[in-house]
């Protein structure tokens, strides 16, 4: 089984809709992070998690919230959802301490604003 | 702020020749740095990571990289191409262990048979 997934794998939504993408790790670890992809910008950091009480903005959070329930889980919402959102959307986690650097990412949500 | 440059957004290169991608980077504090591997419709994994130890840095697949700080550069080579590795490979930057991390805008390599 995977160690970082997110669901749904694909969505295709209207303008104006609220989305919720999830992501769920086995991996214990603390820390937990949004990304999106788009082509020619690498991925944009839009939260991150350090623990289940931290949540930071990233760099393009506008028009987007996020929710950490637990440990093992951090969604991200986006509340109206507009068509340049449209993008390709990346869980990641990492361990928290020194020597820890490396972050394991999930398959990725392809979302589609209409 | 940190920043991250690749240069050229497709490469393409025949099969057994070198693969070289190329990064700059800026960064305020001595960086952490890091090159992923993006297959065809999977997430990211890490090929290989500079946290401040030898400069040059050997990873999976054959891959390797070396840190330049007069350059601040940490460009990515494997001798050579596996039609394998086919994929968008990013170079990124981070100030810290465990710290967020700043992408670059991605190379896409196509190898040719």
């Known amino acids: 089984d995977a160690d970082v997934t997110q669901t749904p794998r694909n969505r295709i939504t209207k303008t104006g809709k609220r989305i919720m993408l999830e992501c769920s790790q086995t991996?214990?670890?603390?820390?937990m992070y949004w990304y999106r992809q788009d082509p020619g910008l690498g991925l944009r950091l839009i939260y991150y998690s350090f623990d289940v009480k931290d949540i930071n903005k990233g760099e393009i959070s506008d028009g987007y919230s996020v929710s950490r329930q637990a440990q093992a889980k951090f969604s991200l919402s986006l509340e109206s959802a507009i068509p340049n959102q449209t993008a390709l959307y990346f869980c990641a986690t990492s361990e928290s301490g020194v020597g820890t650097d490396t972050q394991y990412f999930g398959p990725g949500t392809r979302l589609t604003v209409l | 702020a940190q920043s991250v440059t690749q240069l050229g957004s497709h490469v393409s290169v025949s099969e057994g020749a070198l693969v070289l991608l190329r990064c700059n980077y800026s960064?305020?504090?001595?960086?952490?740095l890091f090159w992923y591997v993006q297959y065809p419709n999977q997430g990211l994994q890490l090929l290989l990571k500079y946290t401040s130890a030898a400069t040059l840095v050997k990873g999976i697949n054959g891959f390797e990289a070396e840190f330049k700080k007069s350059e601040t550069s940490f460009h990515l080579t494997k001798p050579s191409a596996h039609m394998s590795d086919a994929a968008e490979y990013f170079c990124a930057v981070s100030k810290a262990a465990g710290n967020k991390l700043t992408f670059g805008g991605g190379t896409r390599v196509l190898v040719k048979p």
């Open positions: 960064s305020s504090v001595p960086p952490y």
């Open positions: 991996k214990g670890h603390d820390r």
